[in-house]
């Protein structure tokens, strides 16, 4: 069992940042992506960012250029920088840590939310 926790959200207004952190416990031999998903009142979840353990990234249109994934493969963990924010970043944020040691394992956190205000 891999044990997933987000932290890092609030408030902010438009055009401020925030850092959101994510750290994986428990079984994480075999870690693989690790990423960030939200979800907007009344909206499906979707992809924010994403990053392989290779290092590769993969981001959302809508933040390209603003938002930045960064991983630690040391402490299990990664992160999110998120800069000039926008009224329509407002969502809850899901840290995703997936595993491939016994077959391509999802392990979500309980999410943290993030308001940014006009």
């Known amino acids: 069992q891999v044990y997933v926790m987000e932290s890092g959200g609030g408030l902010v207004q438009a055009g401020g940042s925030l850092t959101l952190s994510c750290a994986a416990s428990?079984?994480?031999?075999?870690?693989?992506?690790m990423g960030w998903y939200r979800q907007a009142p009344g909206k499906q979840r979707e992809l924010v960012a994403r990053?392989?353990?290779?290092?590769?990234?993969d981001y959302a249109d809508s933040v390209k250029g603003r938002f930045t994934i960064s991983r630690d493969n040391g402490k299990k963990s990664v992160y999110l920088q998120m800069n000039s924010l926008k009224p329509e970043d407002t969502a809850v944020y899901y840290c995703?840590?997936?595993?491939?040691?016994?077959?391509?394992?999802?392990?979500w956190g309980q999410g943290t939310q993030v308001t940014v205000s006009s």
């Open positions: 995703l840590v997936q595993t491939i040691q016994r077959g391509l394992t999802d392990y």
């Open positions: 428990g079984d994480t031999i075999g870690i693989y992506t």
């Open positions: 990053v392989s353990d290779g290092s590769g990234t």
